[in-house]
């Protein structure tokens, strides 16, 4: 199933390796994908390099390259060599897409500047927390020091940091196998509520969405290394009493 009125903004990076794997096993394609990297080259080169393996993974395989799973899913895509989502470059191919659906699957540290908001877009965002409650960066570490739990919200990108209009969120429980957070798991669950979104439009047609009402809610900055480790620590314990 395609949904047209979706494109994917692709950087080169684990979520955006599991957003696509979920979409190609669920069967819920974007029209297209826009892959932006200022390392194409390399890129192309693991796609033609890479070999497919055996390995049933239970979340997703991050030694998949993206291009070798578009290739495979038959999903158009363009090449931007900038990785810079408020590039010049990258502002014209968005104004020229038909898609009005843009989700945003970007690098680290890059935030959408006002003139991407000017072009009758929406931003399609899946968030590692729950919000409200846990805006910022690396909210899954605090979300299970104060709760136990993990979670991750999709909303429409305003110009507020995580404060954008809230389509559906979900909390998981924590993984009863040793898995990378970081790089496996955190990327799956966002991956989980972006399929939800995609359903939701598929069965309905529209997104419907719900402002985000808790205006004294922190906004948590990185976590320090002493804190990480200790919410590892709690994490692998509750494995172990399992």
Not at 54 to 70: G, K, R, V
Not at 202 to 216: A, I, R, Y
């Amino acid at each position: 199933m395609i949904l047209e009125e979706f494109a994917l903004l692709a950087s080169d990076t684990a979520r955006t390796k599991a957003y696509l794997q979920a979409m190609i096993r669920d069967d819920i394609l974007p029209g297209i994908c826009i892959v932006y990297s200022d390392d194409l080259k390399k890129m192309q080169a693991e796609k033609e390099q890479y070999q497919e393996s055996t390995l049933n993974e239970q979340y997703f395989d991050i030694a998949t390259p993206i291009l070798y799973s578009l290739h495979r899913a038959g999903i158009p895509y363009l090449l931007i060599d900038n990785k810079d989502i408020n590039s010049e470059q990258m502002l014209d191919v968005l104004k020229g897409l038909k898609q009005q659906y843009l989700i945003y699957s970007g690098y680290g540290g890059y935030i959408l500047k006002s003139h991407l908001f000017q072009i009758n877009k929406k931003y399609i965002h899946v968030h590692a927390g729950i919000l409200p409650q846990y805006r910022g960066s690396t909210t899954v570490y605090y979300s299970f020091l104060q709760e136990k739990i993990f979670g991750a919200t999709a909303i429409f990108l305003s110009e507020g940091i995580d404060e954008g209009e809230i389509i559906t969120q979900e909390t998981f429980e924590v993984p009863r196998e040793h898995v990378d957070i970081d790089y496996i798991y955190e990327p799956y669950m966002r991956s989980r509520v972006l399929i939800k979104v995609m359903r939701q439009y598929l069965e309905t047609g529209e997104l419907t969405c719900k402002e985000q009402k808790w205006d004294g809610a922190e906004t948590y900055f990185i976590i320090h290394p002493v804190l990480k480790h200790i919410a590892l620590l709690g994490i692998e314990q509750m494995r172990e009493l399992e």
